[in-house]
């Protein structure tokens, strides 16, 4: 979890559909009878702590196979997919710390780390925790962000710069402006993907380490406007980024003035003003590829879907009637939207993770599973959704 | 600046950059540009004639190896080893770049190795004002500085039987006053080479040198610089030679033609660039000018190099120079005897015995293979024959064998090497060397022939590799120290013991792990606790797969070791790992006979029998594993938590037999049909045959070692024996495995009854680094091992003196394992060349200067980074009755967790992020986190 979700969560947020007045769904408007349309979530599932969630407020999510990782404020659980059954840790368990804002998963060892807000970082390997912070190891500081695995390294993103450790010769690197393009050390994420880490960093846009060469390479707001991006498209949108992520040779970023796509020749800007970002306030990224990313907003969940057309699809909750909806948009304008039930638990959305077909959220109030069953990426032909058609499709629970 | 306008590297650098240099190494000869002047007190002459200038030639003598063996340098030539370079030469612990390309390591303690790298204060109107040349980094040592080096040290009076050092005797020696006056001037002018002499001319000694060196060529280069001939000329620049010169009429013998034609041959107009007139009586003096022999191609052949200058020297040869009256031809040829081959070159022999520890049975039954530690070798045994049939060299200290389902490859770890030799099974034969991580011990792989797991020891980590393509594809994290694997009989889980417990916080209990494997998915699956216990090594799976037995040692370092005559000093015995997750523990000590050192375990293929061999005791227990199962399904869960682990009177309920073994039996295997078991009688260099029907030994298997039993061969079998102990509850080995640490600390008596526990120290390398003790008190290892031993830890008589002195003798010898990050002579990174400036650092990072006494460098001085006097550092505890701790050396300190002397110190970082509040253990507090990490990488490669 970024701070300013932190402090925003404090501040107790309310639930709002952005684009529409007095919490009503707008109707969609006429469509063909077939028409490209992306995939819509309509079968969701919700955990909180009435299924055994140490805590509701889900910084982190990482689905690793059948085993779902989540990081919360008040400890750390798995989920097991295939029993819907939550098993949770806490201090008295061994966690060093009950503030979990990232998780990454070492696919090859099976080793899940975890960020540990103020605390540094710690391994779950085997039912045992090993803690690493600032006292007793070369990490940089303790209050972490992120954590992502590259190879047989491990970044932490913390607010003092990044860190990176080898599991194997156990040496810690620090990255700081000392050693890196890095004008804030303020690092909120971090991602590794197609041979490349890149930091969301406060201030500082986004650092792309390549593994290869050992070289970096920074993206800033060629404007350098703080308040407004002066020129579309021209770079990052914003130097204060939340996290990036970066698939198919794709470099997505998210930031809390909106996201940004570089596709390594063109830069593209999306704000809530023009597709169908929920809002400019992101706290985080998941990017499935090149042409489809989730970002998690104040005010709900934005899918883009589809690149080319500006198409997205933004997934929201109506507290008042306590059901969900999915709108998709192409340029902000909307072409439908189906009430889905009771979605996302809470509009303040956190943390994504994406795996396989299935998507998963962590809000305010709980975590979401997005049961992708028939999902394709992209467009397809299809009739608008019916009451009917979502039904078919496994409707909400 | 005098006789030397420009060593360009530096100055050049220094003037583009402008910013404060890294002073580098110039070497003695470029001093010699201003301080070889008789006007400067012919410095450079007096330094060469000194024993500094030969300091590093003399590693070349027989003595330094047996030196250099009782340092825990096995297999070491003594100029090849940082250790011995730290002293005996300069700038040892650089790097190629803080060198000067003129600068030469062969020129031993050089005037930098006392007044700090040169570049920078070198120039003379630097070095005529004295606090610039301060700043510059010139140092004026005081007697602390010699006795960094001159410190007495057990290697050396044990070899060379010397009298320890008079530092008052030692300054006198080096003195090199400057005349009230001085001028700076190089070495007196000789007569000027003329480059277009014609004929052979001189090429120097260095040059002759550059392939006369090193064991192969007798170390003839190292000879001569040993030599009286090598300071023929500096000689002429004492005292004694300007009197001598004086009687005969000479003013300036260093510069006079009749006194150079014997004392420094080479000061000729035909000589070559190379050839220094300094050198004094060089090879060519009795060989013949060499420039036109020296090349390799023509010094192959004798024709040619004979007929391109090379003489054979004769007694006329030495009678041009030598006094025929007084002169002793052949006394004086044997003096400077320099044959090819010498005795030094040979090494001083000691037999090389074979240490079989661990041992397994190739698939098919036929043959077992044993590895060989200290032989280096494998050993393959013809079951049917009981025969040694093969044995062959796979790399050093060879520790733990497996081979894939079929039989056809072998895989042994080098746990010296850090590589796995893969091994084609049939043809005997090394395919391949791996690496792996730090110190690899066990090895096993999974049931498909899919994956090999190596447990690397040292660095705490099980290294995966694809046994197909050879190639590393994880590293899965282990508890501390894995050891030795064991695979479920249906294949689907690997148990791995640790051999440490984890690192507990200051008094508290100790816990171990064992690591369990999911083999499908090559993941650790389960890590299982086993409280109390630690060197947990030898593992097997009983054939019914419900569980398997792991032997354990429970060392009760929380009570005073008075306690001994309780039985609670170490206990050893056996966890029970269920599969269900669960763990029992028993012992296999009883209340009269200890059973020390319990290391290897195997079960019987019926699951009748488990069989555990003690190294301590040399014997084997034969657990009745019905009878051990029935005793724990019948305990209370209180009883299995408390009394089971503890009780000594347990085991009888359970060991049906004990059987008596060679010295020292180790890993233990039985053969698929159950009819016999064999265990690696360590210390006898023989496998012992157990017939299982009966339980009775039935004869041994001779793996050839050498017969003849040394003093240190004798020391080892002390230190691993525990007969030396109460009720033989433990051996040295036991707080010692290895000969280094089991990362306990432990409350001794000495140190004040249950109040100020002590972390276990190494014992590797550790003769030179006395006194011993972190209180410093015990000012040798006779000391150690003797009256202190048996008064607070073994409770018995003492050692005989046959027997200390064996044990002594081998405890130094116990051989220290090559820096793990850091190769000979390999160039640092980024972050360990940054750290060595800060170690090295005078400044805080505001610039405050750095009180000398408060310097890294000056409690931690090269080579063994102790200056071995007690400091007080700030980290007294409120029961320690003082504060003075004794320094520990920093050689290899990666691997020694925990630190400080009461092991509160968790992982280097530790020392200063929170011991360190005041700033009393070095200046550290002002730096910032990456500084800290780039220091601890540096301490790394010590």
């Known amino acids: 979890m970024r701070l300013a979700s932190v402090f925003a969560l404090a501040a107790g947020l309310g639930c709002i559909l952005p684009w529409g007045s007095g919490g009503q769904a707008q109707t969609a408007a006429p469509a063909a009878a077939a028409q490209k349309l992306p995939y819509i979530y309509t079968h969701w599932r919700q955990f909180t702590t009435k299924d055994g969630l140490p805590n509701d407020h889900i910084f982190a999510v990482k689905a690793d196979g059948p085993r779902v990782w989540i990081g919360t404020e008040g400890g750390l659980a798995m989920l097991d997919k295939r029993t819907g059954k939550i098993r949770s840790w806490t201090e008295k368990d061994g966690l060093p710390w009950r503030v979990i804002t990232g998780i990454d998963v070492d696919k090859k060892t099976g080793d899940v780390w975890l960020a540990l ?34 190879n047989d390294n491990v970044w932490a993103a913390t607010t003092a710069g990044a860190s990176r450790y080898n599991t194997v010769t156990k040496e810690w690197t620090v990255f700081t402006e000392k050693n890196a393009p890095m004008e804030e050390i303020w690092n909120y994420g971090v991602h590794y993907g197609d041979g490349k880490v890149h930091l969301a960093v ?18 800033l707001d060629p404007d350098g406007e703080m308040e407004i991006d002066l020129y579309r498209d021209d770079g990052i949108i914003h130097v204060i980024t939340t996290g990036a992520g970066y698939v198919d040779k794709v470099l997505w970023v998210s930031s809390y003035f909106g996201a940004s796509r570089y596709d390594g020749r063109h830069w593209r800007g999306f704000y809530n003003q023009d597709s169908g970002l929920p809002s400019d306030f992101i706290n985080n990224i998941a990017v499935r590829s090149g042409n489809e990313a989730w970002f998690c907003t104040d005010k709900g969940l934005g899918a883009a879907v589809d690149v080319a057309t500006n198409t997205w699809v933004a997934y929201t909750r109506d507290p008042k009637r306590n059901t969900g909806y999915a709108v998709v948009t192409r340029d902000k304008q909307v072409i439908e939207t189906v009430e889905t039930g009771l979605n996302i638990p809470h509009n303040y959305t956190i943390s994504a993770d994406i795996n396989g077909n299935d998507v998963w959220i962590g809000t305010a109030k709980g975590l979401a599973w997005g049961i992708g069953k028939d999902y394709y990426p992209g467009l397809r032909e299809r009739g608008v959704m019916t009451a009917s058609a979502r039904s078919a499709s496994g409707g909400a629970r | ?33 201003c301080h070889g002047a008789r006007s400067m007190g012919s410095q450079y002459g007096l330094w060469l004639h000194s024993k500094h200038s030969q300091a590093w030639a003399v590693l070349a003598k027989p003595e330094s190896r047996v030196i250099a063996r009782l340092s825990g340098l096995r297999d070491v030539e003594p100029q090849q080893s940082v250790i011995c370079l730290g002293c005996h030469a300069t700038a040892a612990h650089t790097e190629e770049w803080e060198r000067e390309p003129e600068f030469r390591i062969e020129d031993g303690v050089q005037c930098e190795a006392c007044h700090g790298p040169g570049s920078e204060y070198m120039t003379e109107s630097v070095m005529r004002d004295p606090e610039a040349a301060r700043k510059a980094g010139l ?28 530092l008052k005797q030692g300054l006198e020696a080096v003195k090199h006053p400057l005349p009230e006056n001085p001028v700076p001037g190089p070495v007196p002018a000789a007569v000027p080479a003329d480059g277009k002499a014609e004929g052979p001319r001189f090429a120097g000694s260095d040059a002759c040198g550059a392939c006369h060196r090193g064991p192969n060529r007798g170390y003839q280069y190292s000879i001569w610089r040993s030599s009286q001939h090598a300071r023929a000329w500096a000689v002429l620049g004492t005292a004694r030679g300007f009197e001598v010169a004086k009687e005969k009429g000479v003013a300036e013998p260093q510069t006079d033609p009749a006194c150079l034609k014997c004392h420094a041959p080479a000061a000729v107009p035909a000589r070559l660039a190379s050839a220094r007139v300094e050198e004094g009586v060089g090879c060519e003096a009795c060989h013949g000018a060499g420039s036109e022999y020296l090349e390799d191609a023509i010094m192959r052949d004798r024709t040619a190099a004979a007929k391109a200058g090379l003489r054979q020297p004769t007694r006329k040869t030495c009678l041009g120079c030598h006094d025929g009256n007084k002169f002793q031809y052949d006394e004086a040829v044997k003096k400077i005897a320099h044959p090819t081959r010498t005795e030094a070159a040979n090494g001083i022999a000691e037999p090389k015995y074979k240490n079989p520890l661990n041992l397994a049975i190739r698939p098919g039954g036929a043959e077992l293979w044993v590895t060989c530690e200290t032989g280096d070798t494998v050993a393959v045994i013809d079951l049917a024959t009981r025969e040694k049939t093969a044995e062959f060299h796979t790399g050093g200290a060879p520790t733990g064998v497996a081979f894939t389902p079929d039989g056809k490859r072998a895989f042994v770890t080098n746990r010296l090497d850090d590589t796995i030799a893969v091994i084609d099974a049939a043809g005997r034969k090394v395919l391949k060397t791996i690496p792996t991580g730090d110190e690899p011990h066990g090895v096993a792989t999974d049931n498909q022939g899919r994956l090999l797991y190596v447990l690397n020891t040292s660095s705490d980590d099980i290294w995966v590799f694809d046994l197909a393509a050879l190639e590393r594809v994880k590293t899965l994290a282990a508890g501390r120290g894995p050891w030795a694997a064991s695979l479920s009989p249906d294949g689907s889980a690997l148990l791995v013991t640790n051999t440490f417990s984890h690192i507990r916080p200051l008094r508290s209990t100790l816990l171990s792990e064992v690591t369990q494997i999911e083999t499908e998915r090559g993941t650790v699956e389960d890590r299982l606790q086993v409280p109390g216990a630690n060197l947990m090594m030898g593992i097997d799976w009983h054939p019914s797969g419900r569980f398997a037995l792991a032997t354990m040692n429970r060392t009760k370092n929380l009570v005073p070791m008075t306690r001994l005559l309780q039985g609670w000093t170490i206990t050893n015995g056996l966890a029970v790992l269920w599969r269900t997750g669960e763990v029992d523990q028993v012992l296999l000590d009883e209340p009269d006979m200890g059973f020390a050192d319990v290391t290897g375990i195997a079960c019987t293929p019926d699951g009748r029998y488990a069989l555990a061999s003690s190294s301590g005791t040399d014997r084997i227990a034969v657990v009745d594993i ?68 009966r339980l009775e030994p039935a004869g041994v298997i001779d793996l050839g070692g050498p017969k003849e039993v040394t003093k240190q061969r004798f020391g080892e079998r002390v230190f691993h024996s525990a007969k030396v102990t109460f009720h033989r509850q433990f051996s040295c080995h036991s707080c010692h495995p290895d000969g280094h640490i089991d990362g306990v600390t432990y409350d001794i008596e000495a140190d004040g009854i249950g109040v100020s526990p002590v972390d276990n120290r190494t014992l590797r390398g550790i003769l030179d680094t006395a006194p011993f003790k972190w209180e410093g008190t015990n000012p040798s290892l006779s000391r150690q091992c003797g009256p202190r031993l048996s008064v607070f830890f073994t409770r018995l008589a003492p050692f005989t003196p046959e027997e200390l002195s064996a044990l002594d003798y081998y405890i130094t010898t116990i051989p220290r394992p090559p820096n793990r990050y850091r190769a000979m002579n390999a160039p640092l990174t980024p972050a360990q060349r940054r750290g060595k400036e800060i170690f090295y650092r005078t400044t805080t990072n505001d610039g405050r200067e750095i009180p000398v006494e408060n310097r890294c460098s000056t409690c931690h001085p090269p080579p063994y980074y102790t200056d071995r006097q007690r400091h007080d550092v700030g980290t007294r505890h409120p029961l320690d009755r003082q504060g003075k701790f004794d320094v ?34 070095g200046v550290t507090n002002d730096m910032t986190k990456d500084q800290l990490n780039d220091l601890i990488e540096y301490l790394k490669t010590l």
């Open chain 2, 1 to 33: 600046m005098m006789g030397r306008l420009l060593w360009p590297a530096v100055l050049l650098a220094a003037y583009l950059v402008g910013a404060p240099k890294t002073p580098v190494y110039v070497g003695a000869r470029a001093c010699s540009t």
């Open chain 2, 888 to 921: 520990p050396h920093l050689n290899n300190i990666y691997d020694s967790a925990p630190y400080l002397h009461d092991g509160s110190a968790a992982t280097l970082e530790e020392i200063w992020t929170i011991h360190n509040p005041d700033d009393r253990h």
């Open chain 2, 626 to 693: 019905q009878l051990l199962t029935g005793l724990i399904q019948r305990s209370s869960k209180y009883e299995r938590e408390h009394v089971l682990p503890n009780h000594l009177g347990k085991p009888t309920e359970f060991i049906v037999k004990h059987i008596p073994t060679g010295r020292s039996p180790r890993g233990i295997v039985i053969a698929p049909d159950g009819k016999t078991a064999y265990v690696a009688n360590c210390l006898d260099d023989n496998i012992g045959v157990i017939d299982l029907a």
């Open chain 1, 117 to 150: 807000f103020g605390a540094g970082l710690a391994r779950f390997s085997g039912g045992r925790f090993d803690h690493w912070h600032q006292m007793n190891s070369g990490l940089v500081n303790d209050v972490v962000y992120a954590v992502a695995v590259e």
């Open chain 1, 202 to 219: 406060w201030g500082s846009g986004i650092l792309e380490y390549d593994v290869a060469t050992g070289r970096w390479k920074d993206y």
């Open chain 2, 139 to 166: 140092r004026m040592p005081g007697e602390r500085e010699c006795m960094k080096c001159h410190q007495e040290k057990g290697s050396h009076i044990a070899a060379l039987q010397k009298p320890v050092f008079d």
